[in-house]
Every structure is written in structure tokens, then in C-alpha cells.
């Protein structure tokens, strides 16, 4: 079994040139999920930035985020908790609400997800402007939980998502464009 490096992983990401819309370049993550080693280098890679932090749950963000986020939370020994679109929890949610290009969009947690003071972890595919990102940590805050950090597989830098984040504890993108 060879190791693959960061650039290894990022080599296998497919460039979907106007998708979906004219200038917008696509990271397609499926050419790399597809591969067992590139999998594991990528769940490995996230886990071990929080390999120091207890954590009790990790928080995927639909739908890509639950892609990373059961695998992360099973090697992590954590719980699992779906942050999805609106109406498609059954029982009693918070919701949060977040800007984007033309007109807002909304997230919601269960009200009885996570317990106070639980250490959670929040995992999405992409950090691109930061708004589904923000949304995400202020539902767990609005749980009374501790968020103590969001890992993302790829980030979009001149999206400037980050400063977005500053209250959403440690911030980790293995992939940056």
C-alpha cells in the first residue's frame, strides 16, 4: 500500500469547468471517493487535526457533509448528528437562517441533538463563502453545546469563507484552491 500525499488527494479531485453555471469551476469530489486509499487519507487526514480535542459528536452539514461525517465520527468514537435542509427532520428543530448570492436559505438542527457542553465537531465537503458554515455554528451554539472546531475537505480562498468563522473554534480545510 503506497501513502498519498495532500497533492495526491488533490490530483484526484475532477475541475468541472462552468458548472453550474458559465465561470464557475466545480471541484468534484466523487473521482476521489471512489478510491478506498484516497477515502481514507481524506477521513484520516480531517480526524487527526482534532486527534488532541474530546469530541462527542460530529455534526455533518447535508449532504455532503454526512459523506466525511460518519466515517469521522465512527473512527473518532463520537455520535453523529445531521444538520439538514429545512422540513426534513421529524421532531422539534432550531433553525437558522443564512444569506446567499440572490435571497436566503435555511438549516436546522434537532432541538434534543446534542447535549450541553458536548464537544462537537462540524463537517462540510466545502468551505466556499461561509454562510452554510456560519449557519451550522450557530445552530450547535443554539443547542448548548461546545463547538470546538469544522473540518472541511476543500476550501475556496478567494471566497474568504473563513472570516466568517472566527467564532466556530478551530477551522480546517485539507484541500485549498
Known amino acids: 500500500m503506497t501513502t498519498l500525499t495532500i497533492q495526491d488527494v488533490k490530483n484526484k479531485i475532477r475541475n468541472v469547468e462552468n ?12 473521482t476521489a471517493l471512489k478510491e478506498p486509499e484516497t477515502l481514507r487519507i481524506m477521513i ?27 466515517p469521522m465520527a465512527y473512527k473518532m468514537n463520537a455520535g453523529f448528528v445531521p444538520i439538514r435542509k429545512p422540513h426534513k427532520l421529524p421532531a422539534e428543530t432550531y433553525s437558522q437562517e443564512y444569506a446567499l448570492e440572490y435571497g436566503t436559505d435555511k438549516i436546522e ?20 463563502t461561509g ?15 461546545n463547538l470546538v472546531g469544522i473540518a472541511f475537505l476543500i476550501e475556496l480562498e478567494a471566497l474568504q469563507g473563513r472570516e466568517k468563522l472566527n467564532d466556530c473554534g478551530k477551522v480546517v480545510s485539507m484541500l485549498k484552491y
Not at 19 to 30: A, C, L, S
Not at 44 to 70: N, T
Open 19 to 30: 458548472f453550474p453555471k458559465e465561470g464557475i469551476i466545480f471541484r468534484d469530489i466523487t
Open 44 to 70: 484520516d487526514y480531517l480526524c487527526d487535526q482534532f486527534k488532541d480535542i474530546k469530541i462527542d459528536y460530529v455534526a455533518g452539514i447535508e449532504s455532503r457533509g454526512f459523506i466525511f461525517g460518519m
Open 109 to 128: 438542527i434537532h432541538k434534543d441533538a446534542l447535549p450541553e457542553g458536548a464537544n462537537v465537531l462540524i463537517v462540510d465537503d466545502l468551505l466556499a
Open 131 to 145: 454562510g452554510t458554515a456560519e449557519a451550522a455554528c450557530k445552530l450547535v451554539k443554539k443547542t448548548g453545546a
